[in-house]
């Protein structure tokens, strides 16, 4: 209530990433997998609270796996656990991983946002893997005071917008695994009530604390 949203800036999937030695292929195999090993899987995040840590309970929800987390203080310890076997999968961001799958000592199984990332096409999202209810984006936008008074709100919103789409700026976010959006202070509003509903359910259920 303190803020209101300006614009939606860009936003960046987590992609469900496993170690080459588990025998699975796809989501449907690692699902199963899960299912015939109950609480004997684990996955790592940057931390409780993260939204790593929220995507995979979010994935224990909608699938009916017991997968233990596993934090980690940041995401690159997260990441060098997974890559040494520690555990069995994670939520990773695109440039943290890309070059390992590359060279195949990680395996991308599934793309947790909305759509296909342009950076990684080949990698289906949950939705296409058959499994709903789990498109997470983390997303980067603009707020300011509740107070600010409107046409404020609006002029930022369109620099805002501007900004993101112009083809220098796209392409940095791209780099960096990230998709240029720039919304209306409406749609960004939209999504953070959605954001609010989304997790209040997960937190609910999983119990999920932040550090």
Same mark, same amino acid.
């Given at each position: ?22 025998? *699975? ?5 690692? *699902? ?7 609480? =004997? +899987?684990?996955?790592?995040? =940057? ?40 555990? #069995? +999968? ?13 060279? %195949? ?9 909305? %759509?296909?990332?342009?950076? +990684? ?5 949950? %939705? ?28 930022? /919103?369109? /620099? ?5 789409? /112009?083809?220098? +700026? ?15 202070? &409406? &749609?960004?509003? %939209?999504?953070?009530? #959605? ?5 209040? #359910?997960?937190?609910? *259920? ?6």
């Amino acid at each position: 209530k303190d803020f209101q949203a300006v614009s939606l800036f860009s936003q960046s999937p987590n992609i469900l990433t496993v170690h080459p030695s588990l025998p *699975v292929k796809t989501v449907k195999d690692l *699902v199963t997998l899960a299912k015939s090993k109950p609480a =004997a +899987m684990n996955y790592s995040s =940057a931390g409780s609270g993260t939204t790593q840590h929220l995507t995979g309970e979010l994935f224990k929800l909608r699938t009916g796996t017991n997968i233990v987390h596993v934090p980690y203080k940041g995401s690159a310890p997260s990441l060098t656990a997974l890559l040494g076997g520690e555990v #069995e +999968m994670t939520f990773a961001n695109i440039p943290a991983i890309s070059s390992h799958v590359k060279a %195949k000592r990680l395996r991308a199984l599934a793309n947790a946002g909305t %759509k296909r990332a342009t950076q +990684m096409p080949d990698v289906p999202t949950l %939705k296409e893997s058959g499994i709903n209810g789990v498109e997470v984006v983390v997303w980067y936008g603009v707020l300011v005071p509740a107070a600010t008074p409107r046409d404020i709100v609006n002029t930022l /919103a369109g /620099a805002i917008a501007k900004a993101a789409r /112009a083809p220098d +700026m796209r392409q940095r976010l791209l780099d960096q695994g990230a998709e240029p959006v720039g919304s209306t202070p &409406e &749609e960004f509003a %939209k999504l953070l009530r #959605e954001e609010q509903m989304r997790w209040a #359910e997960v937190v609910k *259920v999983s119990g999920a604390k932040a550090d």
